[in-house]
């Protein structure tokens, strides 16, 4: 693949065993998938969440691959200031190491939000909608539509998509024009005021004890090496869900995170196309969508 050669292993192990999906499936889905995802994965470095053993075994995250991976793999070093070590994360550079990364165990996919080369500049802000256990997913689709309003009264182009697992993840494009405090910023004046208009459904408190039973409005995911499912990743979840990138008309009651999964998404792509390619495009002017953030204030 790629001009490489892979050496797949345990293709017949089970990864869901109610869904009888197993490791084979998951590479056959990302070889399938690979020309939607791969433009959110090229030239990112990669934090690997991997689940050798399936959704039901132990999983375990892991970032630095120094002397772990074969040569052709790429890779990007960084110091980590938490645990005073350089940390050399892979780097997903082609459909091989997408692959790779599948072998290992990599169920879901999580890339940076900046590319090698410019990890300080990242393509796009994330406004991440996670709820709480009683919270319903229609309640998540209501707070997702207080979100879009604000991000269209300010003029801010925005993608949606389902989490695959609980939540809504809300993409502007940022064109790697910013640096990750103007995207946090960004992010947290738009969930401020979606929090004011919906404050017994929705919090910005990052300790889940002073948020029970509200959706948290999680504007921290925008700094450098914070990850989220990738547009198309699958999810260790029962139904083998997808990351599924949404027009706004379908964001409506009716919809849950398992509408889209492994079994249907292939079918959908081909008939919709790409619908998240607006986020890897040129991106916002965030110095007039400020301008126009300050009448909402």
Excluded at 128 to 147: C, G, M
Aim: charged share 25%; net charge negative; hydrophobic share 35%.
């Amino acid at each position: 693949l790629d001009g490489h050669d892979l050496q797949l292993t345990n293709l017949q192990k089970i990864y869901w065993p109610k869904e009888g999906f197993r490791k084979g499936d998951v590479v056959n889905y990302y070889l399938q998938m690979a020309p939607y995802i791969l433009p959110y994965l090229l030239d990112r470095p990669q934090s690997m969440n991997r689940h050798p053993n399936g959704i039901e075994g132990q999983n375990f995250f892991q970032k630095d691959v120094r002397g772990k991976v074969p040569e052709w793999i790429d890779t990007f070093e960084e110091f980590s200031e938490s645990t005073d070590v350089t940390v050399e994360y892979l780097v997903c550079s082609n459909e091989a190491t997408l692959i790779y990364m599948v072998n290992l165990g990599c169920i879901e996919i999580n890339p940076w939000h900046g590319r090698k080369g410019s990890t300080l500049n990242p393509d796009w802000c994330l406004i991440d909608l996670d709820p709480d256990k009683p919270n319903t997913f229609d309640e998540v689709i209501e707070v997702a539509h207080a979100v879009k309003k604000v991000l269209d009264a300010i003029g801010a182009d925005c993608c949606v998509k389902t989490s695959g697992s609980s939540g809504i993840h809300i993409y502007v494009p940022l064109g790697a024009k910013y640096d990750f405090d103007q995207s946090k910023n960004l992010a947290e004046l738009v969930v401020n005021l979606v929090n004011a208009e919906l404050p017994d459904l929705t919090s910005v408190e990052r300790s889940p004890a002073k948020r029970k039973g509200k959706i948290y409005l999680d504007f921290l995911q925008n700094r450098e090496t914070q990850t989220a499912a990738a547009p198309y990743s699958l999810r260790p979840k029962p139904g083998v869900p997808v990351s599924t990138p949404l027009d706004w008309s379908e964001v409506k009651k009716g919809l849950t995170p398992k509408t889209w999964n492994a079994f249907n998404i292939y079918d959908r792509v081909k008939s919709e196309g790409d619908l998240f390619a607006p986020v890897l495009q040129k991106g916002i002017d965030l110095e007039k969508v400020l301008k126009k953030m300050q009448s909402l204030l």
